[in-house]
């Protein structure tokens, strides 16, 4: 299945819904979750837009695909998607951020491949959706971001041997790991004499920091999450001031040196996961601070990242005051996100 969180357009102030995706000849449908009367352990119904609740109540969304199968054959219920909002698909209770997991990653920083993978932390106040702006606060001129899979977890995770960590997984979705990489402390994002204060927390995990979405794709709809396409491109304004699109990144999760049942296994060890929590599992190479010269994302630009066979994410990129440059690919988005707000 393919779930995503939305509000309907033309709803006042519509609280946010989780649907199942349907693909059909005349565009996509959602059918809402709250149609189909799904109860949780104590017999409450779940949470209307909460999949991290949904996960606790059916682990592996056997109940729920059945519950699904049965209720595509009457349409009623249904809405055209055309007249939705997406939504980030779900508030993690956890994001274990996983850094150095790509050898191209790795080799264009002019490392040695680690023994282990350095681990961070996002938190929900990170978190936006697909359209939705990432702000490039006061505190940093130099904004990067990464591609990355995101691994939703469905089962209770602790002390889980790497054999057994499949059956953890929930599900898969995008993840844009923005970082501004002056905070962090990287040597060419910094200017001459500059040391920058070398808190990943604060250069990770900075409102807006984590776009994820478009949607959260089931384990079972994935063959091999070691076999897909990781990208990322910018937005620009070019130089007739129309919209010009930059490649990034363009890397497949086959060049990760830890998979995703080894990072399950890692973090498990002595950090319990919980239904809805999310692992990014690293970047490929290609982003900007490692370039030459370094490129660093301003506001105006539009942010991209792809997974194969999960979605893309676009993120208009703005000031700290929230505008962008008139005219410019952001603002553009912007403009279409406010003219298709509910009302």
């Known amino acids: 299945m393919r779930l995503v969180r939305f509000c309907e357009r033309d709803g006042a102030s519509a609280p946010p819904r989780l649907g199942v995706v349907h693909r059909e000849v005349k565009g996509e449908r959602l059918l809402p979750l709250d149609a189909l009367g799904l109860k949780g352990p104590s017999g409450d119904a779940i949470a209307r837009a909460d999949l991290a609740a949904l996960l606790a109540a059916d682990p592996d969304l056997a109940r729920t695909a059945s519950a699904v199968g049965r209720a595509t054959a009457s349409r009623s219920a249904m809405i055209e998607r055309r007249l939705t909002r997406t939504l980030a698909p779900l508030r993690p209770g956890k994001i274990v951020g996983v850094g150095l997991n790509y050898r191209d990653h790795v080799a264009e920083q002019k490392l040695e491949l680690p023994e282990r ?3 961070f932390a996002k938190f929900a106040n990170a978190v936006v959706g697909d359209g939705e702006p990432v702000v490039r606060h006061r505190h940093t001129e130099a904004l990067d971001f990464e591609a990355e899979l995101a691994v939703v977890i469905g089962r209770t995770a602790s002390g889980v041997r790497e054999a057994d960590a499949s059956t953890c997984v929930a599900g898969y979705s995008a993840a844009d790991d923005v970082s501004a990489r002056d905070l962090q402390g990287v040597t060419a994002a910094l200017p001459p004499g500059g040391r920058g204060d070398g808190q990943w927390l604060r250069a990770k995990g900075s409102d807006t920091f984590c776009p994820l979405g478009p949607a959260f794709v089931t384990a079972d709809e994935v063959a091999d999450p070691a ?19 930059v490649p990034m990144q363009d890397g497949t999760t086959r060049d990760m040196i830890f998979g995703v049942e080894w990072l399950i296994a890692f973090v498990s060890e002595v ?18 601070v490692f370039r030459d010269p370094p490129v660093f994302l301003r506001p105006g630009d539009v942010a991209t990242v792809e997974v194969g066979g999960i979605g893309r994410l676009s993120n208009p990129i703005v000031d700290a005051d929230g505008s962008a440059p008139e005219g410019s690919p952001a603002a553009r988005v912007l403009a279409g996100l406010h003219r298709n707000a509910p009302r």
Do not use: N
Not at 227 to 245: D, F, K, M, N, Q
Not at 273 to 283: A, F, N, Q, R
């Open 117 to 119: 993978p350095v681990l």
């Open 227 to 245: 076999a897909l396409a990781v990208r990322s491109w910018r937005t620009v304004v070019g130089p007739g001031g129309e919209p010009r699109v």
């Open 271 to 288: 950090i319990t996961l919980d239904p809805g929590d999310v692992i990014l599992t690293g970047t490929p190479a290609g982003v900007g």
